[in-house]
């Protein structure tokens, strides 16, 4: 595709449901990032990804959060019995090259993010 | 003390006028920076990356100063469509990947 998907779009929770969100990013992208946006505030990073190998999840609020790459393309955040204060926008970006590149080459495109209210 | 820090705004100018934003970061490892413009509802995009040496595209201009981890970005006049949430992003590759964006300033451009 020509850039990030992301989907679904739109999710709604029962506490204590778990969900699954799911990242396309462009072709040939070697970095990948998760983030979540609440309402009013910037993006928050949560974890990175450089082809299957996810070198920073310092980002990850909980161990209910799990980020998984496995074959250096689409990407998949679960997060395990959402609680309220996971509502927000989950953010993917992908970049052409590995963040060890600075510069230019290190532009994140975005998806259009999925926004999970949990009720 | 947030690592990205930016004045939210909101800021009200007129069509024509120049606008300036302020950001600061308290990395001194951090590598990378950029300021991404974010419309409502919609995912952030690239306005421009930011040199030390300053660096101009069209009517924006962003300097970096990294001795005072300070981040600037202007706009000379303005547009109504350049009403959007201006969003400073450092980024660092050593001890971490970590990519923190500011909380974004408000800019509404009135006619």
């Known amino acids: 595709g020509a850039g990030v998907s992301q989907s679904p779009r739109y999710k709604v929770a029962k506490r204590g449901q778990d969900v699954a969100l799911r990242c396309d990013p462009i072709?040939?992208?070697?970095?990948l990032f998760w983030y979540q946006q609440a309402l009013g505030q910037g993006p928050e990073f949560l974890t990175y990804?450089?082809?299957?190998?996810?070198?920073?999840k310092s980002g990850l609020p909980s161990d209910r959060f799990f980020a998984e790459r496995p074959e250096g393309s689409v990407s998949t955040l679960k997060i395990q019995r959402t609680q309220q204060e996971d509502s927000a926008v989950y953010l993917c970006?992908?970049?052409?090259?590995?963040?060890?590149?600075?510069?230019?080459?290190?532009?994140?495109?975005f998806g259009p993010g999925t926004r999970l209210t949990v009720l | 003390r947030k690592e990205v820090e930016q004045d939210p705004g909101p800021f009200n100018v007129p069509e024509g006028a120049t606008v300036a934003f302020n950001c600061t970061y308290s990395n001194s490892a951090s590598q990378s920076f950029f300021w991404y413009r974010q419309d409502c509802r919609k995912e952030p995009k690239l306005l421009m990356s930011v040199y030390s040496s300053g660096n101009e595209d069209g009517r924006f201009t962003a300097q970096l100063n990294r001795a005072s981890q300070y981040i600037s970005l202007l706009i000379r006049d303005s547009k109504l469509s350049d009403s959007a949430t201006y969003l400073c992003v450092v980024s660092q590759n050593t001890g971490g990947f970590k990519t923190i964006f500011g909380a974004g300033t408000r800019l509404f451009v009135k006619a």
């Open positions: 990804f450089q082809n299957e190998a996810q070198l920073d």
């Open positions: 970006a992908s970049s052409l090259a590995s963040v060890l590149l600075a510069g230019l080459y290190n532009e994140q495109f």
């Open positions: 072709s040939g992208h070697v970095s």
